[in-house]
């Protein structure tokens, strides 16, 4: 072994990826194989389980279980639903990456860490907090029942939870783009003379377009999803507050298993576009970083966004701004 | 250029707060935000919680069906991170340092848990391992029940950890100069050797913050669960499940009590990733 690497070594200059450390082609294949397996088995199985269960008695009861009109409310619903909170976070994402990478001030690391706090929030826990405001035993229940309005077990009830169970994933996504670009164009505009909101549309919305596009991809995929605080504010009110996961789970425990897949494979198809959108958004980002690193000399390293992209769904929380 | 004023100037040079306008709107902005949809919640919370007398928030907590559904919850949390922590660093390996075909594939998948909803992975989980499929009955006649046990509940957990790990591993393995492996190799050792001694210490710090990240997921992880779990009271009831069941007995007191329980345990959970992402990030440095 030794005599080998010694031999590999003597060929200097090394290519950029050394041969000297590199595993021998059996532990390469079980690795590869290990790693295959785990997430075939974690992942991929389950997955085709979904679509398999939902097509299981071919495409007739399958299209009837989706046009049942519970099921169509329950659709109706869940598109309402993320029709209003995917919007709200957005904006409210943007403003946030905004002030957090622009500038600095005091408490800073304490406001990512509230803003990063529903993550760390089990959904059920999410729910009741919201039944604990807004509920009839709640803080500000007689009040409501008073006005006659109607939050928890109603539509409204769903929306907040839904909102505030996404709220940092649009955030996040945009915070890491905007760190890892720098505000130099942005200032270099200020200089010349342009207004705040013509910063805005004009530069840092189209820079960060990628980063905005796939939070606001996962952020609708989330709310669309979410089931643990949507469960404990909805009241399970069939063509009323049922949202689609909560049919699924009233369909599965009805034992309609065409019915219950069928609803979740729309789900599930609704995650893979996802993941779609994420892959070419992160396809998308080493190109432009190619392009740019080829088009000027002067390579910034901080261009590249690959690792920020591909990382930021989950990975660190964002750093001090670069600013 | 023409002569900025004197005060603009005066902040171009200090940057302290950043030169760019915009700083009392949208701090304006995202502290209304954050104040209406956490911070006020969370404070009817507390609020409701030490209202309810000391003694009746202790017994709730301290039941022993409580107390068995906190220790549940966290085992199967803790196991599920643990198999995270240990093929999430064979997923990132792989990722990072081979080419093989499917490898793209491989590599957006890995992020499914994280867009699926977790009533659907509940579903087709517990479709997975019931008894009457094909793999649950395989399992089964090697005596392994999954379905409806605590064995279920950390397949799920599984599940909804595993991005977490590779996650976080990826873009640190990315980074890594392989100067030193190659030193290291040079220097007679093998590779399995290598990857002991100088790799994985340098990826520790990741490692720690994705199983901690993955565990504090599972241990407020209801939908997957759920459907897989059997929810027989006191042998494969989670913490959040019983929080549910409390509340749909009417038992607020009683919900809110182990749920500031749970809360807790979550916010010391992410002040300790805080402190292992600080000292990762020193570790890079």
């Known amino acids: ?323 | 250029m023409s002569q900025l004023p004197l005060e603009r100037r005066r902040r171009l040079r200090l940057r302290r707060r950043g030169v760019l306008p915009g700083f009392g709107l949208t701090l304006g902005y995202t502290l209304f935000y954050v104040g209406l949809l956490v911070l006020l919640p969370l404070f009817a919370l507390v609020f409701k919680s030490s209202t309810q007398g000391l003694s009746a928030f202790v017994n709730a907590v301290t039941d022993e069906r409580a107390l068995l559904a906190y220790w549940l919850s966290f085992r199967t949390a803790l196991a599920g991170a643990a198999i995270n922590a240990v093929f999430g660093v064979v997923v990132a390996w792989v990722l990072v340092r081979y080419t093989f075909p499917g490898k793209s594939l491989l590599d957006a998948l890995v992020d499914l848990p994280f867009a699926l909803p977790t009533a659907v992975a509940g579903i087709a989980l517990t479709a997975v391992y019931s008894e009457n499929a094909w793999v649950g009955s395989k399992l089964m006649s090697m005596d392994v029940k999954v379905a409806f046990t605590q064995l279920g509940i950390v397949v799920a957990l599984t599940f909804i950890g595993i991005p977490f790990v590779v996650r976080t591993v990826q873009p640190v393995l990315e980074e890594l100069e392989t100067d030193v492996e190659e030193a290291a190799a040079l220097l007679g050792a093998g590779r399995v050797q290598t990857f002991w001694r100088v790799i994985l210490p340098s990826l520790m710090p990741a490692i720690l913050t994705g199983f901690a990240l993955a565990f504090a997921r599972a241990l407020g992880e209801y939908g997957s669960v759920v459907f897989i779990s059997g929810n027989m009271p006191m042998k494969t009831e989670i913490a959040p499940l019983l929080i549910v069941t409390k509340l749909e007995q009417y038992d607020y007191a009683g919900a809110t009590a182990i749920a500031t329980v749970m809360l807790t345990a979550s916010f010391l959970l992410l002040f300790g990733i805080n402190l292992l992402q600080r000292w990762a990030r020193r570790a890079e440095a």
């Open chain 1, 1 to 323: 072994m030794s005599g080998v690497v010694g031999q590999r070594a003597r060929r200097f200059p090394v290519k950029r990826r050394s041969q000297v450390a590199v595993e021998g082609p059996w532990l390469r294949a079980l690795l590869i194989g290990v790693a295959a397996a785990f997430l075939g088995v974690a992942l991929l199985l389950p997955l085709s389980v979904v679509f398999a269960s939902a097509f299981s008695k071919g495409i007739g009861p399958f299209w009837a279980a989706l046009t049942e009109p519970e099921t169509w409310s329950a659709i109706q619903l869940t598109l309402l639903t993320a029709g209003i909170s995917v919007p709200l976070n957005a904006v409210f994402g943007i403003a946030a990456a905004w002030l957090v990478s622009r500038y600095d001030f005091w408490g800073k690391s304490a406001l990512i860490t509230l803003i990063d706090l529903p993550f760390s929030v089990s959904p059920v826990i999410a729910g009741l907090i919201f039944v604990l405001l807004f509920g009839a035993q709640g803080l500000w229940g007689p009040w409501l029942s008073e006005h006659d309005i109607k939050i928890i077990f109603a539509v409204p009830g769903i929306v907040i939870a839904t909102t505030f169970v996404t709220f940092p994933l649009v955030a996040r996504e945009v915070l890491a783009v905007m760190q890892a670009q720098g505000s130099d164009e942005e200032e270099a505009a200020l200089t010349l003379g342009a207004s705040g909101w013509q910063i805005v549309t004009r530069i840092t919305l189209p820079k960060v377009r990628w980063g905005l596009i796939y939070g606001v991809i996962l952020s609708n995929a989330r709310a669309m999803g979410e089931f643990g605080a949507v469960s404990v504010v909805s009241g399970h009110i069939r063509g009323q507050t049922n949202t689609m996961p909560l049919h699924v789970e009233i369909l599965y425990n009805e034992y309609n298993f065409v019915g219950a897949f069928a609803v979740a494979a729309l789900l599930a198809s609704l995650s893979l576009v996802t993941l779609l959108v994420k892959k070419s958004v992160e396809l998308n980002a080493e190109l432009n970083a190619r392009r740019m690193a080829k088009a000027s000399s002067v390579a910034r390293s901080s261009l590249v966004p690959s690792s920020s992209l591909a990382g930021a769904a989950l990975s660190a929380r964002p750093n001090e701004s670069r600013a």
